[in-house]
């Protein structure tokens, strides 16, 4: 057996002990109720002028803050899409393996009024997270905070977050997005799994929702056109 074929098996153990520890359970409760503080009231944003002109040049910005036991982030970018629009990508929440590397199961689970609590699995070589989030989506204001269903054992040991969107002022059609997330990680994740949620997570949301949203725009102006088009010449 070559010294490569060695470490790979070796690295595949490693991968199922591991995967073997982390088993999310809709049967049991996690073992806490929080440890994050959760956003209740969202905080009117922070922008300097040099970060307004970030947003102006199509830039996004970001700010992180990673430890040991997790990270905390924050992005804010703009988005060529009307804040319903963007709003409805945010709340597909079926969706989500479709266009997020690495989301490869979600669940909604239970809907009551503004409370949603969906079920997500993240995969990647071979190993797999599930966590449980109950989000409470405020739609008519486009604004939502979430936490852990503590209801439920997550295989992280918390999540807190939330996200904002509001119309650009003097550009119609054009949204802001504030994305806030702050993770606690539970017990040992290989590199690539701590990557995804700590560090791609942030990246991540400022480019699938820009995506998304502004091609569901598009499809909707081009649904609108449609129906208002003019009847073709000679038609009755």
Request: aromatic residues 10%.
């Amino acid at each position: 057996m070559s010294p490569r074929t060695v470490f790979l098996a070796v690295s595949a153990g490693v991968l199922t002990l591991a995967a073997a520890a982390y088993a999310g359970s809709a049967g049991k409760p996690h073992p806490h109720q929080g440890v994050l503080k959760p956003y209740a009231q969202l905080p009117p944003p922070k922008l300097a002028p040099a970060d307004l002109s970030t947003l102006d040049a199509g830039r996004p910005i970001r700010r992180q803050t990673e430890g040991d036991a997790g990270g905390r982030g924050l992005a804010i970018f703009r988005v060529a899409a009307a804040p319903e629009t963007v709003w409805s990508v945010i709340g597909d929440f079926p969706s989500y393996p479709k266009w997020i590397d690495n989301v490869s199961r979600t669940d909604v689970y239970k809907r009551d009024g503004e409370n949603i609590y969906v079920a997500f699995r993240l995969s990647g070589l071979g190993f797999s997270i599930d966590y449980f989030i109950h989000h409470v989506y405020h739609d008519a204001q486009q604004w939502g905070t979430w936490t852990l269903d503590y209801s439920r054992e997550s295989d992280l040991d918390d999540s807190v977050g939330f996200w904002r969107v509001t119309p650009v002022e003097g550009k119609p059609g054009w949204s802001t997005v504030e994305y806030s997330v702050d993770v606690q990680l539970r017990g040992w994740l290989p590199g690539f799994i701590r990557g995804i949620i700590v560090d791609k997570g942030l990246r991540q949301a400022t480019e699938w929702v820009k995506v998304q949203a502004e091609a569901r725009q598009k499809a909707r102006a081009r649904q609108a056109g449609a129906a208002t088009a003019p009847a073709a010449a000679g038609a009755p």
